[in-house]
């Protein structure tokens, strides 16, 4: 390891009159009370360290369930509250919008003055919003219950940062396979569980989303509350006040008016009732690339330090890299998360059924046999980078499965099952990758990004596959139904009707002329043209996953990273005699009480 000193560093915004750990380079390395860790020293991790990281997948679950459960109960609860098709989308937007734009602000602030009191108030306000949810009365209350909840959705990239960072670097693919194999059963409960509930009660079944978030939220709450008393990273001699003007209000404001637009523009984009020709698209997207790249700009030049710290960018090409792959991953991750279950809604099970949720589990239930091989093959061999090429690959396999498949659903449902193999590997070793790469003092900064940018990724990848969609399908789907219906003698100013009774299987009765022989002819016209317009989105994303599988290719295995330090120890590491270090968990006296 590099010699690594206390100093005082005197520099812009977070870091004014902070005192922490920095190498001979000046770097920030490490956090206050971690100094002399022996790295090839293994340490006992005490009960309390599990159960933070316990806590954190609890966390993750909680992540992933209230992203998946309403998003798939969507027409369910606009149904119920009497919303519109452009309230519907918002179900999901109003969470996921805010989240990428708090997540970097959040993990800077937690990562120079801490996390706890940030970690016990996001909670508190997450469950305030679920009350909220799960007691709206109208689309406007859920929506900003949605928006309230996904401004706390900032904190997964603290999550990740937190279950890795008190633990030994040598385990940190196994705190990551922890936290995300927990977070992927959220989607049985979110899918199975909540399509139960609302099965049972069509009007009020929803409501269990947000009572079963509830529930999570009150467990992390009380948790962290009485379990998690963290040590300080930084010493600063600023007053509250000082410490919120010294933040880079320029920089959160440049990014929020970047983020914002450009995500709103990009869901409208995804609105049949807009899309891309609308203004409500197409302006808000313009808006938020130029407000973006103010704030690449200003963050790279206008900046030493910013909320993006330079020292992230100066450890070799793993973190740019990374960056690239996570954004590539979540374009994927997306088409298959949004994709795929219309596609199963569309053509192999009756939508909201729970058929139709049993054929997504595979991608989420493969993590669990697979995941513990991964965190042991990496733990032993220190190998990140070519699992994760073999995981892009698999998604591509997936993509061209997913494609072929048409209507066979047995095929579609097995190629699911390969996407999740693939999924494994960046899920779990990208973050992995990414947090052995940057300065442990900025980790949580670090694993915000990665939260944000694949997001942020996974947006612009389900609008573009939107639009090739629509493209494919808009005007396809009734030309091609005529020319199968007009032959048998219907009626073309009736298509609308026939449309709207194939696609939500109501009102089929009453359409003047719908015998047995056109609805079986528009039917299969139906999905032959949607059969197609799949088929295309899926080939569309071929070339990223190729592209990513030979990025991974050029990452560096941050082998001298995976040792026995802990970048953030629940109690300070002091020298003990000069021979090591208290333990994990253990106070400094204890460990020189146990010596002697």
Excluded at 335 to 357: D, H, K, Q, R
Excluded at 424 to 440: K, R, Y
Aim: glycine content about 10%; proline content about 5%; charged content about 10%.
């Amino acid at each position: 390891m590099s010699e690594v000193k206390h100093t005082h560093e005197h520099v812009e915004h977070a870091m004014v009159h902070d005192s922490y750990a920095v190498d001979k380079d000046n770097t920030p390395v490490t956090v206050l009370g971690t100094m002399g860790q022996d790295p090839d020293h293994a340490e006992r991790i005490s009960w309390r360290t599990w159960f933070i990281v316990a806590l954190c997948a609890l966390a993750q679950m909680q992540n992933t369930f209230i992203s998946v459960a309403p998003a798939a109960a969507a027409y369910s609860i606009a149904g119920a509250l009497g919303g519109s098709t452009g309230q519907r989308i918002w179900i999901i937007q109003a969470a996921s919008v805010p989240s990428i734009v708090t997540g970097p602000i959040f993990a800077i602030i937690s990562d120079v003055y801490g996390r706890r009191y940030l970690i016990i108030i996001v909670w508190l306000i997450f469950c305030a919003s679920a009350i909220v949810g799960m007691t709206a009365t109208s689309m406007n209350a859920l929506i900003g219950a949605q928006v309230a909840g996904g401004m706390c959705m900032g904190i997964s990239g603290i999550m990740y940062g937190l279950a890795g960072e008190i633990m030994p670097s040598v385990y940190r693919a196994w705190s990551q396979t922890i936290v995300n194999t927990v977070a992927c059963l959220a989607s049985v409960i979110a899918l199975i569980g909540m399509g139960s509930a609302i099965q049972n009660d069509p009007i009020d079944g929803w409501r269990w989303i947000w009572r079963t978030a509830l529930i999570m939220n009150g467990v992390l709450f009380l948790g962290f509350a009485f379990f998690y008393f963290p040590p300080p990273r930084t010493i600063s001699n600023l007053s509250l006040w000082g410490k919120v003007r010294s933040l880079d209000w320029t920089g959160y404001f440049l990014l929020i008016s970047g983020l914002v637009p450009l995500l709103m523009g990009l869901a409208w984009s995804s609105d049949p009732g807009y899309g891309w020709h609308d203004m409500h698209s197409y302006v808000p997207v313009a808006i938020g690339c130029a407000g973006l790249v103010a704030c690449g700009l200003y963050e790279w030049r206008g900046t030493k330090v910013g909320f993006i710290h330079h020292k992230l960018f100066e450890n070799g090409r793993n973190f740019p890299l990374a960056l690239f792959l996570v954004a590539v991953e979540g374009a994927i991750f997306y088409e298959i998360n949004n994709i795929y279950p219309a596609e199963v809604n569309a053509l192999w099970a009756p939508p909201g059924s729970l058929e139709a949720s049993a054929k997504l589990l595979p991608f989420f239930l493969i993590l669990v046999p697979v995941a513990p091989f991964m965190g042991w093959y990496v733990t032993k061999t220190k190998d990140l980078k070519w699992p994760l090429c073999a995981g892009f690959l698999l998604f591509g396999a997936a993509t061209v499965g997913l494609a072929m498949s048409g209507l066979n659903s047995a095929a579609g449902v097995a190629w699911n099952g390969v996407a999740g193999l693939g999924f494994c590997a960046p899920l779990i070793l990208l973050m992995s990758v990414v947090q052995l790469s940057t300065p442990p003092l900025f980790i949580g900064v670090a694993s915000a990004l990665v939260i944000s940018v694949r997001t942020l990724g996974g947006s612009v990848g389900y609008a573009i596959a939107s639009a090739i969609y629509g493209a494919l399908t808009n005007d396809q789907i009734p030309a091609n139904i005529l020319k199968a219906v007009v032959p048998l003698g219907f009626d073309p100013s009736n298509i609308g009707a026939l449309i709207v009774g194939l696609t939500t299987g109501q009102g089929i009765a009453t359409i003047p002329g719908a015998t047995g022989q056109v609805l079986g002819a528009a039917s299969a016209a139906l999905k032959e043209t949607e059969v197609h317009g799949y088929k295309i989105v899926w080939f569309v994303f071929l070339p990223g996953c190729i592209i990513a599988a030979i990025g991974s290719a050029f990452l560096v295995n941050p082998r001298e990273r995976m040792n026995w330090v802990v970048d953030a120890p629940l109690n300070a590491h002091v020298p003990i005699d000069g021979s090591g270090a208290a333990e994990n968990g253990e106070s400094a006296e204890t460990a020189s009480q146990e010596k002697a």
